[in-house]
């Protein structure tokens, strides 16, 4: 079965930071863009970032210059680096693949940003 584990998240003042992890099983990434979402408490569901196949990045308004997004395909997983956290990045982050026509998401990840 298809996998995505997600990992790193957490408590973090704002100013600080923290990296996020998405390990895949079941399925090789290598060929498939890959996304970074989240959904914050009483919103919809936001894209983050996404990165290519060939390792284009793409960043909402929001996170652009904080946050960055990148591949590792040895090791079949995605990552999220965050810094200068804001208390409206507050959400449950989730993963996936994009397979076009298809996706898989990975079972979201919890970050806090709070005095």
């Known amino acids: 079965q298809v996998q995505l584990v997600e990992s790193g998240g957490g408590l973090a003042q704002p100013g600080g930071s923290l990296r996020l992890s998405c390990v895949a099983s079941?399925?090789?990434?290598?060929?498939?863009?890959m996304v970074w979402y989240r959904q914050g408490p009483g919103k919809q569901r936001e894209l983050v970032a996404n990165i290519t196949s060939s390792g284009g990045m793409n960043y909402a308004d929001s996170v652009t210059g904080r946050f960055t997004i990148s591949r590792d395909n040895a090791k079949n997983s995605l990552f999220l680096q965050m810094n200068s956290l804001k208390p409206e990045d507050t959400a449950v982050y989730y993963c996936a693949v994009d397979g076009g026509w298809w996706d898989y998401w990975g079972q979201g990840t919890q970050v806090t940003v709070s005095l």
């Open positions: 079941g399925i090789i990434i290598r060929n498939y863009a």
